[in-house]
């Protein structure tokens, strides 16, 4: 779903600074070749992405969510110098693609990707995050925030894409997905524990900050 009309979308990508030669790429690689393109972040949100990471200025990013990489290279240029992001996904198959742009984009010394579900391997990353930005299986968006929340410090953010849901989170019989955008984003809502805003950036973006 388009929440803008085209005209009014093409006037912002237009007065947003333009993506890299590489996302260009990958985002042509991502459509030609991998099954559901739609998911990459895109221009708008990645350059959204990247200027919350320079405002920010993180020391170590997590990402729930690689798919190709666009993101990751997005919120990679807003790290500290000798600042890290580690990004997670299950699907294995694209990691000899995502490795050749983390590489194109000379992000490779930054970047600990790591292959699996991420239920299981946040759990071993003792770090303090300054920045998670949780882009994978909708279900799970509650249980992402629970193994995190707890584990970063005050001022660190938490952003979480799709929670719009293509507009579906005001369905008056929601599938289980959408329960799990509107549960998740209810949550959010009333954690103390945070302050939030929902952007309404591409599908939204919930920009969460620790209090
Ligand atoms: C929406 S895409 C991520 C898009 C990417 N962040 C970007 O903006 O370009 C979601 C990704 O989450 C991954 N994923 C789904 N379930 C997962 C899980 N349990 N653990 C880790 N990754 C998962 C999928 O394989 C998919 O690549």
Redesign the pocket.
């Known amino acids: 779903m388009d929440f803008l009309p085209t005209a009014i979308n093409d006037y912002v990508e237009a007065h947003t600074r333009q993506e890299s030669g590489v996302l260009q790429e990958l985002e042509r690689e991502t459509y030609l070749k991998v099954l559901m393109p739609r998911?990459?972040?895109g221009h708008l949100q990645g350059q959204v992405l990247r200027m919350l990471s320079q405002m920010i200025q993180p020391e170590r990013i997590l990402?729930?969510?690689?798919?190709?990489g666009?993101?990751a290279i997005c919120l990679a240029d807003g790290l500290r110098p000798g600042g890290e992001l580690h990004t997670?996904?299950?699907?294995e198959e694209l990691r000899p693609m995502v490795s050749s742009y983390f590489e194109k984009a000379g992000i490779t010394e930054k970047v600990k990707y790591h292959t699996g579900?991420?239920?299981d391997i946040i759990p071993t990353l003792d770090f303090a995050f300054d920045i998670v930005f949780i882009?994978?299986?909708k279900e799970?968006y509650s249980n992402y925030f629970d193994l995190v929340i707890d584990r970063i410090r005050a001022g660190s953010y938490i952003i979480a894409d799709n929670v719009l849901w293509s507009g579906k989170v005001l369905d008056a019989k929601p599938d289980k997905d959408t329960a799990a955008i509107i549960a998740f984003n209810d949550k959010v809502q009333a954690d103390p524990r945070v302050e939030n805003v929902l952007l309404p950036v591409r599908d939204g973006l919930m920009v969460m900050r620790k209090v």
């Open positions: 998911m990459l972040s990402e729930i969510g690689t798919f190709t666009y993101s997670i996904d299950i699907n579900n991420a239920l882009d994978a299986d799970n």
